[in-house]
Each structure stands twice: as structure tokens, then as C-alpha cells.
């Protein structure tokens, strides 16, 4: 097959290298940063570029961007697309985008289906683009109702030959509102963890815990500020449920209650077994 | 030399393991359960039982237990230390733990040290314990302003050849104020983050941000309520911070304010970057 990737950064580098590496496809890619694609095709994670020609060629097409970017790239290429072709955004917010691209795509003789992979790391860009990124990883779909299911039968195909593990089709409503707490809540939190003034002299006195709860700080503040705005009602109250559960170990602390204390972190540990229970 | 080891979970558990396998040292070992000094006497973990006989041979005992337990067996076993040997525990909180002793050991023959070693898991008991925890770890030491230098070399000696690589020296309330944070509000945050009901749909919706933040989630909120209550003043005020500072974040998403929120996302980035800086 053709493969187009539009945007090549972390999540579309990785996608083009990943076919390369796995697959016997083609890549055709664009990037709006010149030096980024001249590196894509340097190092042939790209065999060519996405071009509004090409575009026509591709049998899948992989819509890498930010959120505004690939409604808008969508809705602009609505015409160019492959008759028979797939078309499928890899964005972190699935709503505004399923909602904002879906006047542009209906009607159309291509399939457009919202995916979003669940795989990323702490440094962005296409520097950091690897082919193994999505082994083992899951990736949620959140296709139209009216989808074709042999055209969803394709792409998790395609999916399934880049490394990805588990498929999980869900709605975009679902999506964002799990990924509000799984994924969003997240990097708020490690973000807000990092400025306490105690920070500044961690080293020595740190393990795991701290790495952990620090490791999603350095967010690129410019694309998460798109991906939580778009996402702001299931996101905030996620974190107002956050700020009042510690709320109420801060009033044990205050109170000097052990047993209150205790019964709290009792739910806490009783409850990640239960989930981690149901999981396995 | 000969070392005692009272209490045998997975930080006493894992000091015998590590002494074994990388000194020659011979160990004592004591645990209230009997099943767990077997399984440590059959591991070839210890050599045999610390007694009160074997209690004035040995050259340094470590103190493996909770603090309130810790602060107990220093006091009553206090007539029984070798003269000129070294006591150290290892609990998490050293201000109680060292005030708490500090009677009972002053003008003795033998010198004790509060220590921390700056490593765990997210399951303890014996069972968990591992030789190798300690390799690469920190361990924080806190001796009273009139130990003896010599003695306080002995100790650091004996930790780097159990695989600690960073040593630091610091005061109790130093230690107890950054560990607040560093450990202790890690844990509160991991404990109530997993408590959404949202987290019961997390599987496959998840990757790393989700399990870095739940995994010491799973506590024993016995041993972690006796940690938090004797640290409540720090604890307390590094958690208020952190509910200041997510609130923060909740109301610009209220407020619809993307720029205050990208503000607040640059300002956690960019102390993360400052502070991986100044630690590299």
C-alpha cells in the first residue's frame, strides 16, 4: 500500500518509521518544518513526499498534526483524497476533532476514521520519532456509526501490523472523558507536582516515586493547552474530584486524625488492587 | 564484622540479602514472625538469630522496623549494644525516630545514626526483598552533632559496599521536610489519583502517565499513616501546596482561559527542565 503521514513529528515520525520497519508499504510524508522532512527522507523513513498528487495515490492516510491543524488539513484535502481510501487522525482529543472534520468527510467516497495511539514519551519531534514506539502499545478508534466495517477491519489491520497490542473502539465522548483522567489528568498533575520550592533540592533525597510523578512535567505547553481546552469539561472535573479527595487527607493531617488517616489510604490501596485485579 | 539486622521486611530483608551476597560479613537476623526468620535462616539471608547474646557481638545492628517500634527496641536493647559498635536505623522519618532515641543513647558506648535508604517497592514483606535494591540508591544519614567521625566513616564504608552509590548527610528535620515531598506526598497523590471512578475503565485507555502515577498507589496504609502522622507539619504543607497550585489549572480551565493555562503549563516545564539541569 501507499501510506501518507501528514506531520512528522513524534507520533507521525514514529508512524513512518514503523511502517518501514515493519511492513513493505510506501511512505509518502509532509512536514511543515522543511529540515524535519528533509531528515524523514534522509534517513528513508519517508520514500517520498506527501504531495497534493500523491495524495490521491495513498490508501491510507495518517493525519499526525494538532488538533486545529488536522481539522482544518482534513477539510482541505476533503477533495484529494483516495475514492475507496482511509483517512485517520491520530489527535489525543477525539470530540472536537470527529465533530469538526465530520460535515467535510461525509458524503465522501473515502472512510475517515478517529484513532488515537496510546504511546508517546517526554520529548517531542521528530528527533525522537522511533519505530518501535507503538509495539505492545493500545490504540483507541472512534470511527463514524455509518463506517465501513471492512474499511475498520482494514485499518486495525494496518494498526495491528505496526506493533499495536489491543484495539479499543469506543465513542469519541468515551474517549475523551477516559482519557481525561488516564492521560490529561496526568500531566497536569506532574506538572503541578515539579513547583513546590522542595523540588529544588530532590537530588539525594529521591527514588522512584518522585521520577515518577515528575516524568510527564516537561509537556510541550503550547499543543496540551489545545488538547485540554478541547477537553475542559471532562478534564475539570477529573481534577476538582483529584483536589477533593487529597483535601480530605490534608484534614486528617490537620486534625492529627491517624484513623481517618488510615481508612483513606485503606481505599486507596484496596481500590488499585480491586483495578488492577480486573485487569490481569 | 558481624552485622544485626532487627526486623526482617523488605528493607531489613533485602540489607541481609546484600550483605550476604556482596561482603563477607556475617549476619544476624530477628523478625517478630517466626515464619519470615526460617525463610531468611533458610535463605542463607542470615546466619543466625540476633539475641540478646549475639547483640553485644555485633559490630553494627541495623534497625529495620517501624518507627514507633524502632524508637522501643533502641531504648530497651540499649545495655546490650557492643561498645564502640554502631546502631543505625533506617525509617522514613528521622525527626521522631531521633529525638525519640536520643536519650536512651546519649553517653553510651556505642554510636547511633539514624539512616534512610532511598529505595522500595510497591510490595514489602521479606517475600519482595531483593540483594539488590540498594545498587545505585541513595541512603540519607542524620547523626546526632556529637558522633564521632570515625564512626560515622565506618558507617558509610559498610553502605557503599551494599551498592549505595550517593551518600548524604543532612539533618533530621532537613530530611523530613524534603522527603515530605519527595516520598510522602508522592504516595497521598498516587493513593487518592487512583480513586476516580473513572480509573476502572482505564485498560487500554492507558499507558505511561496513568501507571507512573497509580503505582505506589498500593500501600500499607498501616506503616504509612505511623510515616505520615509523625511528619504532618511538612506533609500537610506540601500537599496544601500542590491543591493550591492544581486549583490553579481548574480555574482556567473554568474560566475557558487558555493563556493562563499554557502560562501554567510553561512554568511547570520549565522547572522541570531547570531542576533536571542542575542535577545532571
Known amino acids: 500500500m501507499n501510506i501518507g503521514i501528514a506531520g ?13 520497519s515493519r511492513t513493505g508499504h ?44 488536522a481539522v482544518r488539513w482534513v477539510a482541505e484535502n476533503a477533495d484529494s483524497f483516495a475514492p475507496g481510501g482511509i483517512v485517520s487522525d491520530l489527535c489525543g482529543v477525539k470530540g472536537s ?3 469538526g472534520v465530520q460535515k467535510a468527510v461525509s458524503n465522501r467516497a473515502f472512510t475517515f476514521i478517529g484513532a488515537h495511539p496510546m504511546a508517546g514519551k517526554e520529548r517531542g519531534g521528530f528527533q525522537n520519532a522511533d519505530a518501535a514506539l507503538f509495539e505492545g502499545a493500545s490504540v ?26 489491543r484495539i479499543v473502539r469506543t465513542t469519541p465522548e468515551e474517549h475523551d472523558r ?6 490529561q489528568l ?25 521520577r515518577d510523578l515528575t516524568r510527564v512535567a516537561r509537556l510541550d505547553e503550547d499543543l496540551w493547552t489545545q488538547l485540554f481546552m478541547e477537553n475542559s469539561a471532562p478534564l475539570k472535573a477529573e481534577l476538582d474530584g483529584l483536589v477533593e479527595r487529597l483535601t480530605a487527607y490534608s484534614e486528617a493531617l490537620e486534625n492529627g486524625d491517624a484513623e481517618t488517616l488510615r481508612l483513606l489510604l485503606r481505599e486507596g490501596r484496596t481500590t488499585k488492587e480491586r483495578i488492577d485485579a480486573e485487569n490481569d
Open 26 to 69: 510506501a511512505v509518502f510524508g509532509f512536514d511543515r518544518d522543511p529540515a524535519v522532512l528533509d531528515a524523514a527522507l534522509g534517513e528513508n523513513a519517508c520514500d517520498g513526499i506527501l504531495d497534493c498528487g500523491r495524495l490521491r495515490g495513498c490508501d491510507i492516510v495518517l493525519v499526525a498534526l494538532w488538533p486545529e491543524d
Open 97 to 99: 476533532v470527529c465533530a
Open 186 to 210: 496526568a500531566h497536569i498533575v506532574s506538572n503541578a507536582y515539579v513547583k513546590s520550592p522542595t523540588a529544588a533540592l530532590h537530588h539525594g533525597f529521591s527514588a522512584g516515586s518522585y
Open 140 to 165: 483507541l478508534l472512534t470511527p463514524f456509526p455509518e463506517a465501513d466495517e471492512g474499511q475498520i477491519e482494514r485499518l486495525l489491520a494496518f494498526y495491528r501490523s505496526l506493533g499495536f497490542e
Open 178 to 183: 477516559v482519557i481525561a483522567y488516564t492521560s
Open 8 to 20: 512528522l513529528g513524534l507520533i507521525g515520525g514514529s508512524m513512518a518509521k514503523a511502517v518501514k
